[in-house]
């Protein structure tokens, strides 16, 4: 694949929700590690933590108006608790999200999923786990195609 774009910067913003870390995390390494078996310099990546999914657009905006990166690239799990509707919260993020990206021109990226029925058992554990290796990757490779297209317009 190896389409990583010649960016001085090689930056990128992984920005991660804590709640529901262990399955988050997931995604962001599974990110992390495809952008590094396509020659992403391990340095160039920089993590930082919120709170939850809704905390997320705001420090995207802030890295992206700070001119470091590249891309930035969102990780979060929004789930039904029940109480309130967890729609309107992940509608609120992506909607976020793309308003960052489309005024500031820095792409964004996101994984941040709203699964219908997530329960706090093993099997869900397991499952949300491995699809969230799987959203991971596909963000990565999102990331290099998106990055090399731009970089193609550019020149």
Known sequence: MNQIPKFPSRRLAAISAQWHAAIVHRARDACTDELLREGWPPDGIEYLEVPGAFEIPLLARRLADSGRFD?????????????????????????????????????????????????????????????????????????????AVHQRQAA
């Open 71 to 147: 891309a930035i690239v969102a990780f979060g799990l929004v789930v039904d608790g029940g109480i309130y509707r967890h729609d309107f919260v992940g509608r609120a993020v992506i909607d976020g999200l793309m308003r960052v990206q489309l005024d500031t021109g820095v792409p964004v990226f996101s994984a941040v999923l709203t699964p219908h029925h997530f329960h706090e058992h093993p099997v869900h554990q397991q499952q949300f786990g491995e699809h969230f290796v799987l959203k991971g990757t596909e963000a990565a490779r999102a990331v290099l195609q998106t990055l």
